[in-house]
């Protein structure tokens, strides 16, 4: 929850000295609670609810027709005995990585090249980024018409863009670096304009050299942007399923089924959402950790 | 001048696929709805596509609108709440709507396919709004309420000592001061809910309540006959030009959703 202040304590107009002061800050009250009221009805019912069902879930035979009945903990001996998930775990963490590595620094470059004013520059950012205004989806369907060898514009090169489990893989990375790399470069730009300019130019005066104003003063000021990317780009790789269900289908041979493609067979295939519940407490748990781990790096960083 | 070159180089590289993806949907080929030449008949094939181009599209257009208007109300009010009142459980409720940035996105999807059906909403465009309202509050929220506070309280005040509620003062002034925010929060709402392909392809089970991505992925997943790029493409077309409309226009609202912090969950 780190860059979320908290809410400042309210100066309320109304409250005065006295039982009149009373009723009417009792009244006030009722009106913030009023107010507050469909948050809390959308929160509870669509928020709560559903994170209590789901571990309720995962202890049940629940098929997708008929009454669930008890079974813990069989949902969760099966996770470990799935071969398919364990294959997508470590698929995913690799996928992960890989991303989240060439993500990182293709935007921090595009970032890097985009960060002066100076003609052309609104330009740049725009083309960079306009991939990023496309649904991820429609993303997904346009590569798959775009990499096909006897529609796309690539045939000529004799490439199986998603023919071997490699290739898949690269095809895929492809995609997602230019879906998300000008969304990454402006949170990247975000960080990089808060950064005083007097900084630079008592460096400057002072004889740094580019490298030493990049690396003493860029990177350190730039942290917890950087933390706050890698999270968002950690956490959206781990639960990728779009680019995985659409553009290669899973597909060649299982060899890129996601974490999270494995939880929608469970329920939508093999109709067990007793099984694919327990798969989404699992990962959820996970995540959670994680989050809470990258959170406490992140607030590390701005200490 | 060697700067504009590489950087003009890449700007093309990312341009690309978009302007190869808008040549194919309406560039000839034999075989499709566009036999040969230009034109618009790959267009016209997937118009008639399932159900009907018109159906998705009023299906998508559906969800988007009852999505954004309903993350403007709750959020407007919430914000408002959050920003000027105390109350009991106020500090846990921000934090438990915060929270929902905590938990990912698939693993509640499960769940709320079963809740859905105990609520009557199964398979229900209402229903996928809803929830795709509820994914947006942490985001809209935490706007909203850093827009009311940044309004200055002796505006809401004069209102208050002339005599308004705190309803009208909220209507009539406090709302029209934070229109931008409201903006950048319509549009988040609005890209989020058009582009999405998980929620509707799990919340929903008839082909006749498809929104577009999942109307238009299914083209790809037919089980016999070759599939008909050229119309595939028409179909991105539709679904990423209103957005790329909506980004350039709105720009500036966009990169104020970046700058305000709200992704930092």
């Known amino acids: ?303 | 001048m060697r700067y504009h070159i590489s950087m003009s180089a890449l700007a093309v590289l990312f341009l690309f696929p978009l302007a190869w993806s808008g040549w194919s949907s309406v560039r000839g080929q034999p075989g499709s709805g566009q036999a040969g030449g230009y034109g618009f008949g790959n267009y016209t094939q997937m118009a008639a596509f399932g159900e009907g181009l018109p159906t998705y599209l009023t299906n998508s257009l559906l969800v988007s609108a009852m999505t954004v208007a309903g993350t403007l109300v709750v959020a407007a009010l919430g914000g408002y709440a959050f920003a000027r009142f105390s109350f009991p459980g106020k500090n846990l409720l921000f934090l438990a709507a915060l929270a929902i940035l905590m938990v990912p996105y698939a693993t509640i999807l499960i769940p709320l396919y079963v809740l859905l059906g105990y609520i009557g909403l199964q398979n229900s465009l209402v229903g996928l709004s809803l929830v795709f309202v509820m994914f947006q509050l942490p985001f809209a929220l935490y706007m909203m309420r850093n827009s009311f506070e940044a309004i200055p309280r002796e505006l809401e005040e004069a209102a208050l000592v002339d005599g308004c509620g705190t309803f009208r003062a909220f209507s009539r002034i406090l709302l029209p001061a934070v229109r931008p925010g409201l903006i950048t929060v319509g549009l988040f709402a609005f890209l989020a809910s058009w582009n999405d392909f998980f929620a509707p392809l799990i919340l929903l089970n008839d082909g006749a309540n498809f929104p577009l991505p999942v109307a238009v992925v299914s083209m790809t997943q037919r089980t016999f006959g070759a599939i008909d790029y050229g119309m595939l493409q028409a179909g991105v077309m539709v679904m990423a030009i209103p957005c790329l409309v909506l980004f350039l226009v709105l720009q500036r609202h966009y990169v104020r959703g970046f700058m305000s912090g709200a992704l930092r969950g």
Do not use: C
Not at chain 1, 139 to 146: H, K, N, R, T, V
């Open chain 1, 1 to 303: 929850m780190t860059g979320i202040a908290p809410a400042r304590p309210v100066r309320d107009p109304q409250a005065v000295a006295g039982r009149a002061g009373h009723t009417a800050r009792r009244s006030r009250q009722l009106a913030g609670m009023l107010y507050a009221a469909p948050t809390a009805l959308i929160v509870v019912v669509l928020f709560v609810v559903p994170l209590v069902l789901v571990v309720w879930m995962s202890l049940n035979r629940w098929p997708v027709l008929g009454a669930p009945t008890f079974n813990a903990p069989a949902n969760y001996a099966k996770v470990s005995q799935d071969p398919l998930f364990l294959d997508s775990v470590l698929f995913t963490l690799k996928y992960t990585a890989i991303i989240t590595v060439l993500l990182s620094l293709l935007a921090l470059g595009l970032a890097l090249a985009v960060q002066e004013r100076r003609p052309g520059v609104a330009f740049y950012r725009a083309a960079f980024f306009l991939p990023g205004a496309v649904g991820f989806a429609a993303a997904a369907l346009l590569f798959y018409g775009l990499l096909n060898n006897d529609f796309g514009p690539f045939g000529f090169l004799g490439v199986n863009w998603i023919g071997t489990p490699n290739m898949a893989l690269t095809s895929t990375i492809m995609l997602v670096l230019w879906r998300f790399a000008g969304f990454n470069m402006l949170i990247l730009l975000t960080g990089l304009q808060a950064i005083p300019v007097e900084v630079y130019e008592a460096a400057r005066s002072d004889g740094a050299t580019r490298m030493q104003i990049f690396t003493k003063i860029t990177l350190p000021l730039l942290r917890p942007t950087i933390a706050l990317m890698l999270i968002l780009s950690i956490t959206g790789s781990l639960l990728a399923f779009d680019q995985f269900f659409i553009f290669t289908n899973g597909g060649p041979d299982n060899s890129t089924v996601s974490m999270v493609m494995v939880i929608y067979r469970n329920a939508f295939f093999r109709f067990d959402l007793g099984g694919a519940a327990a798969l989404s407490v699992v990962l959820l748990v996970a995540l959670v950790a994680l989050n809470a781990l990258q959170m406490r790096v992140l607030r590390g960083g701005r200490a």
